[in-house]
């Protein structure tokens, strides 16, 4: 008898335990995509990095929906086929929130495609403008790549420059594209800089080398490197072997900590956008750089904040819509319309396009300094 109410007891433990495991719901599987491997890696990675300390923050407070979040780490490569081929993929599996890519190339060629699927993408850092003011499967979390064009031409007509050159990626087109030509109208037609462009491949040698002899030929006072915080150090060194003296300035695209830990003394004075204060003094932030910090043994960069900020907005968007469906977290997200960043609050307006403040650091003795 005893054994049998033993055995019955056994059993009816069991029966909850297999009854509580059916009643868990699948977890939330978000996908997150950049260049997590390879040259210029640097910007997505410190995203990524941002991205995972959000979704443990929102896991450890019960996660979303009563879901545990998963991000589902999708490496483009660099490469825009590659890159679409996974949001295929992410696709078929059902993952329909899609955080990145981390370059305005790895979108802008397949936007239609990616408004073709039943997805949403929130862009931490896709700046390009031709993605500005449209309805569309794209959200973004960072200010515009005008925006960005004007801090940096009113700062060179400050320093009264008179010939400017612009070498530029030709891998990230889409937002090379609308930074040149806001760029060139104020400093070219409104204030009468000379400026001359040049787009090449930085990983390709022969291209390199050209680029090198045109601007020795051009003789500039100042010039504007579009690239990674990688092959932006590597085209500076190349310049300060050629002793080209001109005055380097930098995209936020290549403001991260490899710029100076290879650039070396080639990016001494070099003057870069930036999109977030190291010194805001704000809590928030602090926090968040400390646990950053201690974590990954690195200071966080803008895409480190802007992506927790991204993965903060859409839980936020997630649970006002009870629901994890593309069309329902896009109306929540302009609904919601201002949201507390880490450093102040940030709009997305009706079109999911964003505003923040940009401003400018300088390299000054291996340190970069806000420029007033």
Avoid at 204 to 210: G, H, N, R, V, W
Avoid at 320 to 339: F, N, R, T
Wanted: proline share 3%; net charge negative; glycine share 8%.
């Amino acid at each position: 008898m005893i054994r049998s109410w033993r055995l019955k007891g056994i059993l009816a433990i069991l029966m909850v335990i297999l009854l509580f495991s059916g009643c868990q719901k699948e977890p939330l599987t978000i996908g997150l995509m950049g260049t997590m491997t390879g040259p210029n890696s640097d910007l997505s990675i410190s995203g990524r990095r941002g991205a995972e300390i959000a979704v443990d923050e929102i896991n450890q407070s019960g996660g979303l929906l009563g879901r545990e979040v998963q991000l589902k780490r999708i490496d483009d490569e660099n490469d825009k086929q590659i890159a679409m081929a996974g949001l295929n993929i992410c696709a078929d599996e059902g993952v329909k929130l899609v955080i990145g890519p981390y370059t305005s190339g790895m979108i802008t060629p397949n936007i239609e495609k990616v408004n073709a699927l039943d997805m949403l993408l929130l862009g931490p850092t896709i700046s390009a403008d031709e993605l500005s003011g449209k309805d569309d499967h794209f959200i973004r979390f960072i200010a515009s790549t005008q925006e960005q064009a004007v801090i940096l031409a009113n700062y060179i007509t400050e320093v009264s420059l008179q010939r400017v050159v612009i070498l530029s990626d030709s891998r990230n087109d889409g937002f090379a594209d609308a930074l040149i030509q806001n760029f060139e109208e104020k400093i070219k037609i409104q204030m009468g800089i000379d400026v001359s462009a040049l787009r090449f491949n930085p990983q390709q040698d022969i291209a390199l080398d050209t680029v090198i002899k045109e601007v020795k030929t051009l003789q500039p006072d100042g010039i504007f490197i579009i690239a990674s915080a990688e092959d932006l150090a590597f085209i500076a060194q190349r310049l300060h072997q050629e002793a080209i003296d001109a005055k380097l300035f930098g995209p936020l695209w290549a403001n991260t900590p490899e710029l100076m830990r290879k650039g070396g003394k080639a990016v001494e004075g070099i003057v870069v956008i930036g999109g977030i204060d190291p010194e805001n003094g704000n809590p928030a932030f602090n926090a968040f750089s400390a646990t950053f910090t201690e974590r990954f043994g690195e200071a966080p960069t803008f895409a480190s904040v802007y992506s927790y900020e991204t993965v903060k907005a859409l839980a936020q968007a997630v649970e006002k819509a009870k629901s994890a469906e593309p069309d329902a977290v896009k109306a929540a997200l302009i609904e919601i319309g201002s949201y507390e960043g880490l450093q102040g609050i940030y709009q997305i307006d009706a079109y999911g396009d964003n505003t923040r403040a940009y401003m400018l650091f300088q390299n000054i003795g291996g340190e970069m300094r806000k420029v007033d």
